[in-house]
């Protein structure tokens, strides 16, 4: 563990998946559980960054499989293997796991990634276009999306690819329960939690406590509020007065980042192909 | 105790067309590799396959024209992309997709395990999952008054195929380090038949070392066949990993059906053996 994080300045020099990666570990605290699914390097990635910095606390099970692992680095795939070695304990997915999940007292947090995401914060990682029988392209699927959706938990969205594509008004199915038609349309249905932010490779955007369409948290530095704007499918709402600069890594974070966490690049090829792949 | 000991061609051909088959898989771990090549090289048809994730495996089958549709939570190989010939079949609409989320699959293999009609779960609620598949999802009220439920139909899979670690020839089925994944805990529960290959085949009295890691009784399992390195090219841990160079050989072969049947005939159709499989791939020179 390093004690120099907290007081390190700024890092001169970061990507754009080293600032997305500390936004997501901003959002996980001692006390929580985390757990990833498949080709998700950044959740991986923020998790054993804050573990390393600022939530040594904060325990996580690997894969939805192993229970506090020791992994050397992220690995190639965040569901094999190496990625839950030294594990603590195995679940099983089907005993163990989802009781884990669904009982509602533990793993409230669940970063998702997807294909699409609409204005109310729903998801898509299923079809696109209108046939769901012959679709334009048939994605991998919903996995565990479509239950975390609807079982009170809080959802943090991540998107390495921002444009009109993938922030859509509205998503062509939906594979996880986001605001719905948004106001009400949750607690109409008895659906607790839902999703708290969308970190993306332009701006950070949360969703209006009212009417529960998306918003401008903030853009990340070197980036306008009108690039952001151009780039999404819809008309992102703005909080009030400025615009704010989401806070960029520090020097400490970015070196645990590329020493330690992740020296392979693993989390880079989120921004080079388009994958899609993200589940559970 | 009944012996169970056969080979892939008997074990395989018990399966009709028409059946739906139960496949242990992650999207590169742990799938019957051996039985799915078997279910190619026997030309099965109309076959429809449940996977709690899918990955070459279902692309082999969606290529070969064994599958006409798919019940399951996803279909991809990660790091190696999507399924595309299993893409290419479903945007064709030869491949029907019947896609549930987790919970939902697991509530339907464990009613049909249970011999329930139905078990619900609060999961999907509000996802456009339940619309698309009525005839086994219905939202209902909760007879005890709270918010409605999901009811999920029992699901019985004509048959579980499995790969595991070592057997007897019985059938009792042994995995390590412990049971991690539902298609060896509940598929083969829930299953009308089930279909077992594992590395080795080893005396009772090796098993009765270790009966913790029995998972299988041999009573459940109709068929075992010993398959060493049954599960390549996906891993099976903690034996071996994943072959990425095989997985990157077929995402490239994939995406063209000439090229995917080419593939499939030299690695699938032509060794007619575990052995001559092994030998055409080119892997573990030492066992041969």
């Known amino acids: 563990m390093t004690s120099d994080w907290r007081d390190s300045p700024r890092a001169g020099d970061y990507s754009v998946d080293e600032l997305?990666?500390?936004?997501?570990?901003?959002?996980?605290?001692?006390?929580?559980?985390?757990?990833?699914?498949?080709?998700?390097?950044?959740?991986?990635?923020?998790?054993?960054?804050?573990?390393?910095?600022?939530?040594?606390?904060?325990?996580?099970?690997?894969?939805?499989?192993?229970?506090?692992?020791?992994?050397?680095?992220?690995?190639a795939s965040t569901l094999e293997a190496p990625l839950w070695r030294d594990s603590i304990m195995y679940l099983d997915q089907y005993t163990v796991f989802w009781d884990i999940v669904l009982n509602g007292r533990w793993l409230e947090k669940f970063c998702v990634g997807a294909a699409q995401l609409d204005?109310?914060?729903?998801?898509?990682?299923?079809?696109?276009?209108?046939?769901?029988?012959?679709?334009?392209?048939?994605?991998?699927?919903?996995?565990?999306?479509?239950?975390?959706?609807?079982?009170?938990?809080?959802?943090?969205?991540?998107?390495?690819?921002?444009?009109?594509?993938?922030?859509?008004?509205?998503?062509?199915?939906?594979?996880?329960?986001?605001?719905?038609?948004?106001?009400?349309?949750?607690?109409?249905?008895?659906?607790?939690?839902?999703?708290?932010?969308?970190?993306?490779?332009?701006?950070?955007?949360?969703?209006?406590?009212?009417?529960?369409?998306?918003?401008?948290?903030?853009?990340?530095?070197?980036?306008?509020?009108e690039a952001v704007q151009a780039a999404t499918g819809f008309e992102l709402l703005h909080?009030?007065?400025?615009?704010?600069?989401?806070?960029?890594?520090?020097?400490?974070?970015?070196?645990?980042?590329?020493?330690?966490?992740?020296?392979?690049?693993?989390?880079?090829?989120?921004?080079?192909?388009?994958?899609?792949?993200?589940?559970? | 105790m009944q012996e169970k000991l056969t080979t892939l061609t008997e074990a395989i051909a018990p399966i009709n067309d028409g059946d739906v088959v139960a496949l242990q898989n992650m999207a590169t771990q742990a799938a019957p590799m051996a039985l799915v090549r078997e279910l190619i090289r026997q030309e099965k048809r109309d076959l429809g396959l449940v996977v709690l994730v899918g990955g070459m495996a279902v692309d082999w089958l969606a290529g070969a024209g064994v599958i006409n549709r798919l019940i399951g939570a996803a279909v991809t190989m990660e790091q190696f992309g999507l399924c595309q010939q299993y893409r290419q079949g479903v945007e064709a609409g030869r491949i029907r997709v019947e896609e549930l989320c987790e919970t939902v699959l697991n509530a339907r293999l464990g009613a049909g395990a249970r011999?329930?009609?139905?078990?619900?779960?609060?999961?999907?609620?509000?996802?456009?999952?339940?619309?698309?598949?009525?005839?086994?999802?219905?939202?209902?009220?909760?007879?005890?008054?709270?918010?409605?439920?999901?009811?999920?139909?029992?699901?019985?899979?004509?048959?579980?195929?499995?790969?595991?670690?070592?057997?007897?020839?019985?059938?009792?089925?042994?995995?390590?380090?412990?049971?991690?994944?539902?298609?060896?805990?509940i598929m083969p529960r829930a299953?009308?038949?089930?279909?077992?290959?594992?590395?080795?085949?080893?005396?009772?009295?090796?098993?009765?070392?270790h009966p913790e890691r029995t998972v299988l009784p041999g009573f459940m399992v109709d068929a075992v066949v010993e398959v060493p390195h049954g599960a390549h090219p996906t891993s099976f841990f903690p034996n071996y990993g994943y072959d990425s160079e095989f997985h990157r050989e077929w995402a490239a072969a994939a995406r063209d059906p000439e090229q995917a049947t080419a593939f499939i005939d030299r690695y699938v159709r032509a060794p007619s053996s575990q052995a001559e499989y092994l030998e055409a791939i080119g892997r573990w020179e030492e066992d041969q």
Not at chain 1, 50 to 69: K, Y
Not at chain 1, 161 to 184: C, M, Q, Y
Not at chain 1, 196 to 217: C, G, Q, T, W, Y
């Open chain 1, 20 to 75: 997305m990666i500390t936004v997501l570990a901003d959002q996980f605290h001692d006390g929580d559980q985390a757990c990833n699914g498949m080709a998700s390097f950044l959740p991986v990635a923020a998790f054993m960054l804050a573990r390393l910095t600022h939530a040594p606390e904060l325990v996580w099970l690997a894969s939805a499989a192993g229970l506090e692992p020791r992994p050397e680095r992220i690995p």
């Open chain 1, 119 to 225: 204005q109310y914060g729903n998801a898509n990682n299923s079809v696109i276009g209108s046939d769901y029988h012959a679709p334009k392209v048939r994605l991998p699927g919903t996995a565990g999306l479509g239950d975390m959706g609807s079982i009170g938990k809080q959802l943090y969205y991540w998107n390495p690819n921002h444009s009109p594509r993938t922030l859509v008004e509205k998503v062509d199915f939906i594979s996880a329960a986001g605001f719905l038609e948004g106001g009400t349309a949750r607690e109409r249905l008895g659906l607790e939690g839902g999703p708290e932010i969308v970190v993306s490779n332009l701006a950070v955007m949360d969703f209006h406590p009212d009417s529960k369409r998306m918003r401008l948290k903030s853009v990340h530095p070197g980036v306008t509020v």
């Open chain 1, 239 to 280: 909080p009030e007065g400025e615009v704010p600069e989401t806070r960029p890594p520090t020097d400490a974070q970015v070196r645990l980042i590329r020493e330690v966490i992740d020296p392979d690049g693993m989390c880079k090829r989120e921004f080079s192909r388009r994958r899609g792949t993200s589940a559970r």
């Open chain 2, 115 to 185: 011999n329930l009609p139905f078990l619900p779960t609060r999961g999907a609620i509000g996802t456009d999952l339940i619309a698309q598949n009525p005839d086994n999802m219905k939202l209902i009220d909760d007879p005890f008054g709270g918010f409605p439920v999901v009811a999920c139909r029992a699901l019985r899979p004509d048959v579980a195929l499995v790969h595991a670690h070592r057997a007897d020839r019985f059938g009792n089925i042994q995995y390590e380090p412990t049971i991690m994944w539902p298609d060896i805990s």
């Open chain 2, 191 to 209: 299953a009308k038949r089930v279909i077992v290959t594992a590395e080795e085949i080893v005396d009772t009295e090796v098993l009765r070392r």
